[in-house]
């Protein structure tokens, strides 16, 4: 390689202290909530529940609330996603395919706190009065809303995967005489798979590091769900709520270890996306 | 068989479609029912006169100008600080990083991508906690720390949008400045650089749309319910998003849910504004690129 210039040393510096600043996130998190993981407590902190009175730091609540939530949440999008990237692709008039993606585009604009805000509003009196108890913040009401938040992230994936699809293919199948519903079923949607799944790990990605629908909606009481019915505490509300405590406590450090295990989560999710999707197919 | 199968897809994907836009509708229905009787003269400035509020001669207490004023405030320092190191990191990527090390740092920044903004803002908290060890009493959770945090937060954004417009030059134009003797910094600087500027505009008021709306990363690093119009850097300030999640659960009126319902609107209005200028930015610049 050629000898760089001042300024473009300055860039390649520049490159690189923001790419180490991302390892060393991890690095101070590690160092923040070392106290509660060298003494060997790993498997109680993972997998024990939440007693700051007794001293027992676990945070298998939040992380069994965090999974259950999301895995609901993208349960509850992909249908949605699915159907309305099938419309915006083959299946709407021609005339509405491009408005209907502008409203999509539009829809992930939106402010997650909004969501939030209208659904305290709109959404909770509705739980309180369909599950007849309780005070509507569940698990359910916070994954309904997460569902309509991730979906345009979603669509977006599906409809990129579904037009990659080469033309010469697609002209094979008009030639064929196939209707738009078979060519989306039989050609479209097999070629784009990869992509679908990939959309879906991104969705997922999206539901587990969302912190204001299940801060504002799950009821936020750290104890294990039982069942979707019932409020759980997200790990990302988790951060959120012991932000008060004190800075020195072990209630405090505890954050540090969410923030680990939300950071592993996603570095998973991302070398999952890598291996799926080459880089130039990813929207 | 394969009708039965064409058919219950056609009313599955309507019914989906269907079903989304009328639960983001009624959402946003909600917000704008309810917050437009809101948008009063006094909603802003409050009792006060909005030329002393303006000048900082006299703090107002019943409206939203401090939580506006502290999102306007951030949100300037935040792209202060990530669009000259989202732009650097852009071209490095696009124009010199090669092999092993481009392959490792896209990584990273894939990585942050993705990390979720209570995360980001946690590791804000993180330096916070070890510029407090170093410099005791000087410095807490505050704006400074809060638009470091959201820099680094919008900055894959920064990044991904200059990367890709600038990779997507076409090779013809690539070649003009080089042929005429440039070497690859003023080719960049001259000739690449303007030839993406739209698609780079684009991201940078994504960005903007990313910063304002942002909740998580700013509750963790010093935003509060009530402080007034931000003072200084080491200050703590009011945001709107803030104010919003504040009143969801702690509103004590009517009067004060109403403008949080107000607040919401002007929010959801901000971000859809911006949000439409950058995919109108972003289809000049491609349109722009149709030989």
């Known amino acids: 390689m050629s000898r760089l210039s001042p300024a473009e040393r300055a860039l390649q510096l520049t490159t690189v202290c923001c790419g180490l600043l991302v390892a060393a996130m991890l690095a101070l998190m590690l160092v923040l909530a070392w106290p509660l993981l060298h003494s060997g407590q790993l498997l109680s902190l993972i997998g024990g529940d939440w007693q700051p009175a007794a001293g027992r730091y676990g945070i298998a609540p939040m992380l069994v609330a965090s999974l259950l939530l999301a895995m609901v949440a993208v349960l509850l999008a992909v249908p949605l996603s699915l159907g309305t990237a099938f419309a915006a692709v083959a299946l709407a008039p021609p005339l509405l395919r491009s408005p209907l993606m502008l409203g999509v585009r539009l829809m992930s604009g939106i402010p997650t706190v909004i969501y939030g805000f209208a659904a305290v509003f709109a959404l909770v009196p509705l739980m309180r009065q369909w599950i007849g108890s309780g005070s509507g913040f569940t698990l359910l009401t916070a994954a309904l809303v997460l569902a309509v938040l991730i979906a345009p992230t979603m669509i977006v994936f599906f409809v990129g995967g579904l037009r990659a699809v080469p033309q010469s293919y697609s002209l094979a199948a008009d030639a064929l005489g196939c209707r738009p519903v078979d060519k989306l079923l039989y050609l479209l949607l097999p070629q784009a798979a990869p992509a679908i799944a990939a959309g879906i790990v991104m969705g997922l990605g999206r539901a587990l590091g969302d912190t204001m629908i299940g801060l504002m909606l799950a009821g936020n009481s750290a104890i294990m769900p039982e069942s979707m019915l019932s409020t759980g505490r997200t790990l990302t509300s988790h951060i959120a709520l012991v932000i008060a405590a004190d800075f020195s406590s072990m209630e405090f450090k505890s954050i540090f270890a969410c923030g680990i295990v939300l950071y592993l989560l996603t570095a998973a999710l991302v070398a999952i996306l890598r291996r799926a999707l080459p880089a130039t197919a990813r929207p | ?291």
């Open chain 2, 1 to 291: 068989m394969r009708k039965a199968l064409a058919g219950l897809t056609i009313a599955f994907s309507s019914a989906a479609t269907l079903l989304l836009f009328a639960a983001v509708l009624l959402f946003v229905g909600v917000i704008v029912f309810r917050g437009w009787p809101g948008l009063a003269p006094g909603l802003i400035f409050g009792d006060t006169r909005p030329l002393d509020a303006l000048l900082l001669r006299r703090q107002v207490f019943d409206g939203l100008f401090p939580a506006m004023a502290g999102t306007l405030a951030l949100v300037a320092l935040t792209m202060t600080l990530a669009v000259p190191a989202g732009l650097a990191t852009g071209i490095y990527l696009a124009e010199y990083a090669r092999g092993r090390g481009k392959a490792l740092l896209s990584l990273l920044f894939d990585i942050l991508a993705g990390l979720p903004s209570i995360v980001v803002g946690l590791a804000g908290l993180a330096l916070t906690i070890v510029l407090h060890r170093l410099f005791p009493g000087r410095i807490g959770p505050c704006l400074l720390i809060s638009a470091l945090a959201l820099a680094f937060l919008v900055l894959p954004y920064l990044v991904r949008s200059v990367q890709l417009a600038l990779e997507s030059v076409p090779r013809t134009l690539r070649l003009t400045a080089p042929a005429l003797g440039a070497d690859k910094l003023t080719t960049i600087r001259a000739v690449l650089l303007p030839a993406c500027l739209p698609e780079i505009a684009g991201g940078i008021i994504l960005a903007v749309g990313r910063a304002i709306e942002d909740t998580a990363v700013i509750m963790l690093t010093g935003a509060v319910a009530s402080a007034g119009v931000p003072r200084s850097l080491l200050a703590q300030y009011e945001a709107l998003p803030f104010y919003i999640y504040y009143i969801s659960g702690q509103y004590a009126d009517p009067e004060e849910l109403q403008r949080g319902f107000a607040a919401a609107l002007l929010l959801l209005a901000m971000c859809v504004v911006m949000l439409v200028a950058a995919q109108w930015l972003a289809r000049r610049g491609s349109l722009r690129r149709q030989p």
